[in-house]
DNA sequence: ACAGGAACGCTAGCGGTGCTAGGATTGCTG
DNA sequence: CAGCAATCCTAGCACCGCTAGCGTTCCTGT
């Protein structure tokens, strides 16, 4: 009875111990490192042991971008709920949006640019990543005027998705990357 | 002495050719449908051939998206010159950008997302792509205000690749992206 | 306690990738 | 026309994601 409690907790371990491995590598050395015979190694075991967790790499990828999903929501909130006023909201919330995104550049890539076949529409991915974006719109709310909401909070982010793709492939200089921000948070405010 | 020229001439016209076979391949089928055997294939030559003219894969794709920053940049400039008005002219250069992401998305990965190792201090890449974003600054110049013009435009400029990215790749959807252009147009217009 | 069976994880291998070494063939040159 | 240099191809390397098939191990029912 009990046995098969344990060799489930086993699996849902090894499983996380999967991700772990993933994101770690990955935030290591990039995801082109991140090889399902490194990661087999990782983990100690052989390889197709991860085909029984997930359906293939990619599978892999998008459980370590959910992660990222969660983290990034509550980065988000932790700098709006501790914003002095609703403006001084919008200027922390996109500079926790930028400090997330280069503090993990791997796990960014993985979450927005690579692993398009994440379950968008099904499963938890959607949790995580709706309240990220809630966060996102409750922060803009005050400055939205009358512009649709959801319109404009997408906009905002994809500004924020812009200068930090942008920036982090080189094409544009370091330098300069807070007044960037600065103008982006400046035309969202007003 | 003619031999040589009528040699240098098809091996220029040879690397022309393996720069077309491998933008219609990425814009027909993808960058994964691009492999080196496939373009050797194409241009009925075998694989080292590629690596007479290139020094790999990656060089290949910058090639394409070399090509792709002269075409974006006369877009622009189109756009730009035939507005009846400079606010006019903002909401035409934007639409034309993400028309051009939109309708060479594979084009587009290259000049933006993929091949990170671009020369783009040197070369004559920054030639197309800085007419591209000369272009840019020409246009939103006249809302400016008092902001560092290149700032604005770099800020401008991530809002565009923000949208056209994260569209693509499914994390906005397709309706509702004409009010999100607005919106942005909007906000860098007063 | 023990036989039967199912679950498990391994070894080995498939087809594919980007890339390169080496030799054969071609074509120019003195 | 001999010799050389440039050219291009065959064959192969190391690696990739992924999977078939087989031993082993462990749980189960009698």
Redesign the pocket.
């Known amino acids: 009875?009990s046995?098969?409690g344990r060799?489930e907790r086993e699996?849902a371990e090894?499983e996380q111990a999967i991700i772990a491995a993933a994101r770690d590598l990955a935030l290591a050395e990039g995801w082109d490192a991140?090889?399902?015979?490194?990661l087999a190694a990782e983990i100690?075991?052989?390889?197709?042991?991860l085909?029984?967790h997930f359906?293939?790499?990619?599978a892999i990828m998008a459980a370590v971008a959910v992660e990222g999903f969660a983290e990034l929501a509550n980065a988000l909130a932790a700098a709006r709920t501790s914003a002095a006023s609703p403006r001084q909201a919008v200027a922390d919330v996109a500079a926790a949006y930028v400090a997330f995104a280069q503090q993990r550049p791997a796990i960014y890539d993985a979450m927005f640019t690579l692993a398009v076949d994440l379950p968008f529409a099904t499963q938890d991915v959607p949790t995580d990543l709706a309240r990220g974006f809630a966060e996102l719109a409750e922060t803009v709310r005050p400055v939205a005027g009358d512009n649709d909401l959801e319109t404009f909070t997408e906009t905002f982010w994809s500004g924020l998705h812009g200068l930090v793709t942008l920036m982090r492939s080189g094409r544009l200089r370091r330098p300069g990357h807070d007044r960037r921000l600065a103008v982006l948070v400046d035309r969202f405010s007003r």
């Open positions: 009875m046995t098969q060799r699996r090894r991140v090889t399902t015979r490194r100690e075991y052989s390889q197709p042991v085909y029984s359906k293939g790499k990619d």
